[in-house]
Nanobody, 119 residues
Framework: QVQLVESGGGLVQAGGSLRLSCVAS????????MGWYRQAPGTERDLVAA???????NYADSVKGRFTISRDNAKNMVYLQMNSLKPEDTAVYYC?????????????WGQGTQVTVSS
């Protein structure tokens, strides 16, 4: 089992910045990828950004050029630097970790952190 705890959400004005952090803890399972999803009310949970253990980064088109994901593998942490925030970025942001299990992989999710961007 892997436990994920997010922090860094809050209320910010449009054009502002926030930095989300997520730390993974548990039984020492290898984590192959970590990332961030978000879910606004009445919508599906969508990928924001992801980083695999090889350093490959993936971003949703809507956040390219504004958000930056980074990982500290030694600390089992992932960060999301969010700049030039827009009201449409308002959502609950979830951290996810993907761990190989021999047959495939398991996904572990954090409890989510609210990000609210006011216009």
């Amino acid at each position: 089992q892997v436990q994920l705890v997010e922090s860094g959400g809050g209320l910010v004005q449009a054009g502002g910045s926030l930095r989300l952090s997520c730390v993974a803890s548990g039984n020492g399972a290898d984590i192959s990828a970590m990332g961030w999803y978000r879910q606004a009310p009445g919508t599906e949970r969508d990928l924001v950004a992801a980083a695999n253990s090889g350093g490959r980064l993936n971003y949703a088109d809507s956040v390219k050029g504004r958000f930056t994901i980074s990982r500290d593998n030694a600390k089992n942490m992932v960060y999301l630097q969010m700049n030039s925030l827009k009201p449409e970025d308002t959502a609950v942001y979830y951290c996810v970790a993907v761990c190989p299990n021999g047959l495939g992989s398991d996904e572990y999710w954090g409890q989510g952190t609210q990000v609210t961007v006011s216009s």
